[in-house]
């Protein structure tokens, strides 16, 4: 016999327990909103996601006065960004340079840190109701409003009826496919594959990257081992895998000659994780009791590290201009719906600006190293490089860029 669908009422309901999720959450509930996250796992314990946490959203931590709990967290702090051109050692960023900044690092933090510690902020209030294992499924539209969720979770199915419906369920956003919300998809010439290698701990954080012709391996320290990720051209994994994993072992080996040793830990292909990378965008982020905010209304290149803080941005944005109209005793939807509006007009400005940059780096930097073959040919190092050695005052400039970026919002009186 068909379960029967249970249902409940919230003001604000988050589909996506992710970093836009979450951190939207521990914002309205502080301002007094009454909201119900869903998430679809048990936990938030998953690897190969991002730990990149910048001083914009570190500037957030300490704006809601927590900055000095959340480093107690387990973090290293990245200070300068390193990358091996051909075998010559550059500075790309230099973080120290960002003097009005409250942290001047990039915290490396495992997501699940970061998530787990939103959580539990959060949960000091009553107001926080957050479904595991639950979700969404479709909207629930009424004389063309969003008026909730359909989830489904291990009893059956769940109605959730809410005076806002925000979509943060990330780049496959299921919400933004059933509000029929249209992408645009620009298009990633790359894919990365992840995997571990060991490395021996090291007070100081090391990450960095190599490049040589044919080969891009970025490495990120986490203490003691290397999480690295392998750019190969979108595509490639088929032609790949058919070389075998001694090819691989070898351009791995080729790309970051001090892991050389080390290839053997690379046991089989489950040893290396495939993560297609994508860059789209929504048109419209929102339309009547509905916004998409972070990776489902803007999927972000891993190049830069920036999507979590551009999605803690967004979540900060949609706090600040809903926060008065959602902690009413009754919400009028004629006041929500062109704030919904200027959450996108906000946040759009910094997305296309950091999706054209990450772009622009894809295409003129990343693909011309892939398809390179010259391996006795040292690659030569772009001018903008070049000059950021020679005035090592400009680095605190792509410091600027990569770690406070375009717009960045502050959380005060939370
Ligand atoms: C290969 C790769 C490497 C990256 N590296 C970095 C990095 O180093 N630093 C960085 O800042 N960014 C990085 N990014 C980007 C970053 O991961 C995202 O931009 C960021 O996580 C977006 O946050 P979000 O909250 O919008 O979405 P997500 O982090 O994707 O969170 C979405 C959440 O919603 C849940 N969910 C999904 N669908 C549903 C549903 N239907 N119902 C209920 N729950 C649902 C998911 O389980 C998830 O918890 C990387 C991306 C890729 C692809």
Redesign the pocket.
């Known amino acids: 016999m068909p379960q029967p669908i249970r249902s409940l009422q919230t003001r604000c309901c988050i589909?996506?327990?992710?970093?836009?999720?979450l951190m939207l959450a521990l914002l309205l509930v502080r301002a007094g909103v009454d909201v119900t996250v869903?998430?679809?796992?048990a936990d938030?314990l998953r690897d190969?996601?991002?730990?990149?946490v910048?001083p914009s959203t570190l500037q957030v931590m300490a704006d809601l006065g927590l900055l000095d709990a959340f480093l107690a967290r387990p973090h290293d702090e990245v200070r300068r960004l390193h990358a091996t051109v051909s075998g010559q050692r550059v500075r790309l960023a230099d973080f120290d340079r960002l003097r009005s900044m409250p942290c001047r690092f990039i915290a490396l933090m495992p997501?699940w840190e970061f998530l787990d510690f939103l959580r539990d902020e959060a949960e000091r209030s009553p107001r926080f109701r957050l479904l595991l294992r639950?979700?969404?499924?479709d909207v629930i539209e009424e004389e063309g409003r969003v008026v909730g969720v359909q989830?489904r979770d291990a009893e059956g199915d769940l109605s959730i009826r809410a005076d806002l419906v925000v979509a943060?369920?990330?780049?496959?956003?299921?919400?933004r496919g059933a509000a029929r919300l249209q992408v645009r998809d620009i298009g990633a010439p790359i894919d990365?594959l992840?995997m571990r290698l060991s490395k021996a701990p090291t007070d100081d954080n090391e990450s960095g990257g190599f490049v040589d012709a044919g080969h891009f391996l970025a490495m990120?320290d986490r203490h003691d081992y290397w999480q690295c990720?392998y750019v190969i051209a979108k595509g490639g994994i088929d032609a790949l895998r058919a070389r075998g994993l001694d090819a691989f072992r070898e351009a791995v080996a080729r790309a970051a000659p001090p892991l050389a040793g080390r290839m053997h830990e690379i046991a089989s292909w489950d040893d290396v994780k495939l993560?297609s990378?994508?860059v789209d965008r929504l048109e419209t982020w929102c339309k009547p009791g509905l916004l998409c905010?972070?990776?489902?209304a803007h999927?972000?290149s891993?190049i830069g590290?920036?999507?979590?803080?551009?999605?803690v941005q967004d979540a900060v944005a949609t706090a600040n201009l809903l926060r008065r109209a959602l902690a009413a005793p009754t919400v009028s939807q004629a006041e929500l719906t062109p704030l919904l509006a200027k959450v996108q007009a906000r946040r759009m400005l910094p997305a296309r600006l950091t999706q054209s940059v990450q772009v622009a780096i894809q295409n003129r930097l990343l693909a011309p190293v892939l398809r390179s073959t010259g391996q006795d040919t040292p690659l030569r190092l772009p001018w903008p490089v070049k000059l950021l050695q020679r005035m090592p005052a400009l680095q605190g400039l792509p410091a600027y860029a990569v770690g406070v970026g375009v717009r960045p919002e502050r959380a005060r009186g939370y």
């Open positions: 589909v996506g327990g992710g970093p836009a999720g869903l998430e679809k796992h938030f190969f996601r991002g730990d990149t910048h997501q639950t979700e969404g499924t989830a943060c369920d990330g780049r496959r956003s299921v919400l990365v992840w990120i990720a993560l990378v994508t905010i972070g990776d489902a999927a972000m891993p590290g920036v999507g979590i803080n551009l999605a």
